[in-house]
């Protein structure tokens, strides 16, 4: 089966999302890091990359990266982490600071409760992702691509419109956007360029908590 959210054609139709059964994240057979640059530059798609920009979690401990160091061109930065309780990780030091929802689980680590923390919150998620695209998620190793992709499939998105394309860690293609450069004025020292990115800061000192 096919998605199409415009007029059809061979070359704009989407595969509809399909988990690869080899993947731990749950990471889409068809649209993913390998084929990612086929389906880049579309109308109909909102490209999500859910790392922090610089991440507390021990990511290194298990061959990662805490930074966000590249990107790929087309992609806005919304970190899950600022999003929803983070699930427990296979690393120490797990960001634990204000997010839009607080999550609790199911003993299979399904989704059993979502509550907003601020009044804004379904406001911010309803502009942030659109349910009327679909939308392409992307991390580093693919879980907080999937963590992503099961809270808003919970909050009532369409899942036939979400794709967890998975790791950009792995990402080989030719539309890598950099955001470590070494300047030469700067002594060789490594500069994150994080204004290279199209970053969604929710600032949380201006929002809402919900106390009752």
Known sequence: MVLCLS???AVNVLPLPETDSNSMFGVDKNINMDTIDNYLGRDD??????????DPADFAAIGGEADLTRTIKGFSVVPYPFIATLSQLPVSGAYSGPCLYALTWKE???IASATPNFIESNMVMNELFPKDKAIFLMCGGGG??????SLLIFLGWNE?????????????????LELTVYPEDAGGDKIYATWRADYAYIDFTRLHWITE
């Open 108 to 110: 299979d680590g399904s």
């Open 144 to 149: 907080y691509s999937g963590l992503m992709k």
């Open 7 to 9: 007029a059809c054609s």
């Open 160 to 176: 036939n419109l979400l794709y967890n394309t998975g790791a950009n860690w792995s990402y080989t293609g030719k539309n890598t």
């Open 45 to 54: 798609v909102e490209y999500i990359d859910v790392r922090m920009l610089f």
